[in-house]
């Protein structure tokens, strides 16, 4: 599957941003599907991880309550809505899948490239 993550921009904290990630090919529905982010001068992190079905969602405590993770799986787009975007929340985010997945820990098995977001003070 090839992945291609948009939507990145700059905007104000407290401001709403949403990611998009486009697949290729007609087993999107197969995947488990993650957002990652990775920070200037930090190791990537995972920020939520949604199973094939869409039903079962995992977030990073640090965006808990302010992102929502979900899926079309009719379109093969996987989306990442940000709401009361923080500083901290600046980075470059990535998606990424895993075949079938259904386990609570995600292993990234195919990226997109990423998509800047950075939040100003």
């Known amino acids: 599957v090839q992945l291609q993550a948009s939507g990145g921009g700059l905007v104000q904290a407290g401001d709403s941003l949403k990611l998009s990630c486009g697949a290729s090919?007609?087993?999107?529905?197969?995947?488990?599907m993650a957002w990652f982010r990775q920070a200037p001068g930090k190791e990537r992190e995972i920020v939520a991880h949604?199973?094939?079905?869409?039903?079962?969602?995992y977030y990073v405590d640090a965006v808990k309550g302010r992102f929502t993770i979900f899926r079309d799986n009719a379109n093969a787009t996987l989306y990442l809505q940000m709401n009361s975007l923080k500083p901290e929340d600046t980075a470059v985010y990535y998606c990424?899948?895993?075949?079938?997945?259904?386990?609570?820990?995600?292993?990234?098995?195919?990226w997109g490239k990423g998509t800047l977001v950075t939040v100003s003070s």
């Open positions: 090919g007609r087993t999107f529905s197969s995947y488990a």
């Open positions: 990424a899948a895993e075949w079938i997945g259904g386990r609570q820990t995600f292993g990234a098995e195919h």
């Open positions: 949604i199973f094939s079905n869409g039903r079962t969602t």
